[in-house]
């Protein structure tokens, strides 16, 4: 392990660490009702993905190419554009919950799928959090897929610089070149299936405030998993 690896392990204890031993702090973000994240949830959002998911960026790079920053990458501007992802999947996350527990209420019988989604874990509980992650997954996440594709590309076409997040984005130019046998095949076909509605199924288990930050987290895991795969092709 090298110096570099030591320092990037010091930077996750740094962020960590803290809501583990101060319960104090744990409650002023996660506290429902009284906690940051119930206060302003799309703020806590956008911080969340702001740095776990560019911890995650990094990491991949890291797998990758050996370093953890590369000439171009744009490491700023993608955390930048993580955040504002995180805020329309915490946006997500209300919509189709509530949305689903509507469907579940006036459709397929339930007498209060709200209060069994907040309840103890049960079949019932898992397969509300399942009805979610599977409407969320197929309605939202090939949108949402295809726009990270899109903006990534763009801050690769701006070579990572800092204007990228100012320069109008060639969205006529950058969907119509993308790789959508690769798109379909793989990001949708396979990671979808596989990967996210397993994944959003245990996540929608948890309470509320936890979810974004677990999306997060599953963002990082995703792509240490894709960087992997990459590696070895």
């Known amino acids: 392990m090298k110096s570099k690896d030591l320092l990037y392990i010091a930077v996750l204890l740094v962020i960590f660490v ?22 302003f949830p799309l703020i806590m959002a956008f911080i969340k993905f702001f ?14 190419t050996g370093n953890y920053f ?10 930048v ?3 504002f992802l995180g805020v329309f999947i915490a946006i997500a996350f209300i919509i ?11 459709v397929l019988g339930f007498e209060n799928a709200g209060a069994i989604l907040a309840g103890p874990l049960n079949f019932q509980k898992i397969f509300i959090a399942f009805l979610i992650s599977t409407f969320l997954n197929l309605i939202f996440a090939p949108v949402f897929m295809t726009i990270h594709k899109i903006t990534d590309t763009h801050i690769n076409m701006n070579k990572g610089s800092f204007k990228s997040l ?20 793989f990001v949708f076909k396979k990671t979808i299936p596989i990967f996210w509605i397993p994944a959003q199924t245990i996540n929608f ?3 509320e405030q936890y979810r974004v930050l677990n999306a997060a987290i599953l963002s990082v895991i995703l792509g240490v998993i894709l960087a992997f795969a990459n590696l070895k092709k």
């Open 51 to 64: 740095i776990l998911a560019t911890i995650g960026e990094l990491l991949g790079l890291r797998i990758q």
């Open 96 to 106: 189709f919950a509530d949305g689903t527990i509507s469907f579940a209420n006036k």
């Open 81 to 83: 554009v993580w955040g």
């Open 18 to 39: 803290p809501f583990f031993v101060s319960k104090d702090l744990y409650d002023a973000i996660f506290a429902p009702k009284v906690g940051l994240y119930s206060r």
């Open 166 to 185: 100012f320069t109008p984005i060639k969205v006529k130019e950058i969907i119509t070149t993308m790789n959508w046998k690769v798109q379909w095949d």
């Open 205 to 207: 288990c948890f309470p």
């Open 70 to 79: 590369k000439k171009g990458f744009g490491i700023f501007p993608h955390a």
